[in-house]
């Protein structure tokens, strides 16, 4: 059975940076497209960055372009993403996901549990 695992989440600062991992078991991670959702209280879920199964098309909301970096490391199975001068409003709990297909175009079929980023001002 598949399973998505994140973990680096924290609180931290505003200005500050945290890095997210997501490790992907039972799958074969190489074959699929990635991305990170997040959702704050009270808000919908938003796509924050993908990435396709090799890396070479990545996708980026507006509100994280030049601040986030997602990419992948398909020999450990482990998406990233890094994230540099956290704002307030970038707290959330953020998603792993995993796409049925090399791009992510489609609706993910795989999800994390969630981890909390919490950056305060």
């Known amino acids: 059975q598949a399973q998505l695992a994140e973990s680096g989440g924290g609180l931290v600062q505003a200005g500050g940076s945290l890095r997210l991992s997501c490790i992907v078991s039972?799958?074969?991670?190489?074959?699929?497209?990635m991305a990170w959702f997040r959702q704050a209280p009270g808000k919908e879920r938003e796509r924050v960055a993908a990435i396709n199964w090799v890396g070479r098309n990545i996708r980026y909301a507006d509100s994280v372009k030049g601040r986030f970096t997602i990419s992948r490391d398909n020999a450990k199975n482990t998406l990233y993403l890094q994230m540099n001068e956290l704002k307030p409003e970038d707290t959330a709990v953020y998603y792993c996901?995993?796409?049925?297909?090399?791009?992510?175009?489609?609706?993910?079929?795989?999800w994390g549990q969630g981890t909390q980023v919490t950056v305060s001002s």
């Open positions: 996901a995993a796409y049925p297909v090399v791009y992510f175009h489609e609706t993910p079929d795989l």
């Open positions: 039972g799958r074969t991670f190489s074959d699929y497209a």
